[in-house]
């Protein structure tokens, strides 16, 4: 599983308002008291403050549609299409400290993956699951130690909630032929896709031998595709008896920046994304359409940080250099800067006991870290507070939904309701 998903931090407490970021290339918002109906359009509106933590945080969709901010000693909620962002004591109740891929519907069956213990093997991850009573760890049904774990959720065309089984990759000394040959004479040992909120027996099988799965992408029309840690792509159509291998990505490369995979985005089956760095800070993006992998221009800077595909196409993404967009046309269309402007948020310290800077007052820089494209032109964005390669872990999340009174989310209290 990806590093990158379990090194987000944050938490939690009140709200209170403070002056709203906006894109400067938009108009301005409207006023509080009219808030956006769910079927109104969120194009060209600000984006606006809906939290400020005190460390890192990560944005995911549930299967119903509610965002998700997650991340150690935090976990906020907002409702799909509009309403508030709000967070509540009872929810943290348990919650594992290093939270990673969250996937479910609230509050029914909602999992979420975090680690769980570093053994001198490396990193080993658990399943909780949320109930009235708080989170409970959960054991993955039939699963071996190794495979005790999903590394993604996903929702199938029925709403049934999906779980990537994921599994510990090759340590040090392990060869990943051996693991192939071990997967091949026992099944069970083979990554495959759980239905996590009952109903019949999956009609897909488990995939072909080989390195562990780390995304999971659905499709309305009930195609699956899996990206795996080699950076390999396999899609299962709803009848197949198989799992099929899609074309190799150009150059070959699994991508080296830190270590980690390629990164698969798309909501068309028919038209994937994956962006890697086939070298330190050299940044590629490929597109499939018709079978075949085609380059796509990318704007000026280094490893891509986040992809995302609006519904209608357009393209948004980070980098080092800032936010971008591009909407859809041919792969030579440009990429728009989206500048974001300073923020003054709330909840700063007054004093810190480690010796770390005090944040200045007034509105700060921020540093777009992950960006999420969804229905009705809506945008949520997470970025640091502060100057790129600053010191200060805290950040904020942004959204042109409106926002009534942000929250602040401190690590190091309790989890206030909104």
Known sequence: MSARRFALGCALAGACTGIQPVLEDMPEVVAEEEDVPGDRSLHGRSLQLAAVTDSWVNLTVLADGMIAVHGPGVLALAPAGSGQLETKRAWLRDWPQWPGA???????????????????????????????????????????????????????PDGAILGLRGFAGPGPGEDADVLRAIQAADPDLRTTIDVLDGGPPPPWPPLPPGREALQLATFTDGTMVVLRRESSLLRWSPGAGEWVELPAL?????????????????????????????????????????????????????????LAEAPDGTLWLVNDRGLYRRAPGPDSARWEEVPLAPVDAPGKPVATLDGSPVPPQGPEPVTPRQVLALDRGEVWVVAGLGRAGSESSRAVVLTNRTVLAPLVLRSAGGAQGG
């Not at 708080?134 to 999903?150: E, I, M, N, Q, T």
């Open 102 to 156: 969250i996937g479910g519907r609230w509050p029914d069956d909602v999992f979420v993956t975090a680690q769980w213990a570093l053994t001198r093997t490396g990193v080993e991850f658990a399943v909780w699951r949320w109930s009235w009573r708080g989170w409970a760890k959960w054991k993955v049904p039939l699963a071996p130690l190794r495979f005790d774990f999903y590394s993604d959720y996903g929702v199938g």
């Open 250 to 306: 150009p150059g070959h490369a699994p991508g080296v920046n830190g270590g980690e995979s390629a990164v698969m985005v798309g909501r068309d089956p028919a038209r994937l994304y994956v962006h890697r760095c086939v070298e330190k800070d050299r940044p590629v993006l490929d597109r499939l359409t018709t079978g075949a992998w085609q380059p796509v221009a990318l704007p000026r800077g280094g490893c891509v940080r986040s």
